[in-house]
């Protein structure tokens, strides 16, 4: 079974410019998240999406931070314009159904560097 | 502050011995779930307990929980060098969304 894919797996911007980050979770999988873990801290949850609506994104910056996931499938987030504190690795997770009863599969993330 | 804080922050042990670390947390929770993330396979769940649930067992893993004192522990017994990882317990306390904490950076040596 393929697992959870994430690309670009590194990106290096420079402070306000914009990135964008795309995801395509486990087929079947009703329910995408969104992560961002800084170095030596745990992930921290952006937004959630069941099918292609919203769960959760009352942790998504929504000032420079976007999300949409059309079709209920694959899953973009975008940052514009990027600050130095967005430097994080930016993870994708999908789970069969939402969050607390389910196990969550995790991609291998995008590493943004932001100078 | 994030709901579920990890303990010890950094554990060092020879291979072969047991490693514990634990996991408190705030608020009430429906589940409690452990992850493992190292360099090579990223972010893996390990095992998800429910919390009317006291113990669990995966092979050489064990986790307990208890609701009364808000915490558990993750016990991996017989340690190997490929245990080498960050260690995350996640809880529910929404129900629907995940909380991490900060991790428990284990050091098997061979």
């Known amino acids: 079974e393929a697992g959870v894919a994430q690309s670009p797996r590194y990106k290096i911007i420079e402070k306000r410019q914009s990135v964008a980050f795309w995801c395509n979770p486990i087929?079947?999988?009703?329910?995408l998240y969104w992560y961002q873990q800084i170095l030596g801290q745990g992930p921290k949850l952006l937004i959630q999406?069941?099918?292609?609506?919203?769960?959760?994104d009352s942790q998504l910056p929504k000032d420079r931070f976007s999300a949409e996931r059309l079709k209920g499938v694959d899953s973009t987030l975008k940052i514009q314009p990027a600050k130095l504190e967005d430097s994080a690795v930016y993870l994708c997770?999908?789970?069969?159904?939402?969050?607390?009863?389910?196990?969550?599969?995790f991609g291998p993330g995008t590493r943004l560097t932001v100078l | 502050s994030q709901q579920g804080e990890e303990d010890p922050q950094a554990l060092s042990i020879q291979e072969g011995e047991n490693a514990t670390m634990n996991c408190s947390y705030k608020?009430?929770?429906?589940?409690l779930q452990w992850y493992r993330q190292n360099s090579g396979r990223g972010l893996v769940h390990l095992i998800l307990?429910?919390?009317?649930?006291r113990e669990k067992h995966s092979g050489r893993l064990r986790v307990t929980l208890d609701t009364s004192k808000k915490s558990s522990s993750l016990l991996i017994t017989a340690s190997r060098a490929a245990d080498t990882a960050s260690y995350f317990c996640?809880?529910?306390?929404?129900?629907?969304?995940?909380?991490f904490g900060g991790g428990t950076r284990l050091m098997v040596k061979p």
């Open positions: 997770a999908s789970s069969p159904g939402l969050a607390g009863g389910n196990e969550q599969f």
């Open positions: 087929s079947g999988h009703a329910t």
């Open positions: 999406f069941q099918n292609n609506g919203v769960v959760d």
């Open positions: 608020t009430s929770i429906n589940n």
């Open positions: 307990i429910r919390s009317n649930e």
């Open positions: 996640a809880t529910d306390p929404a129900g629907n969304m995940l909380t």
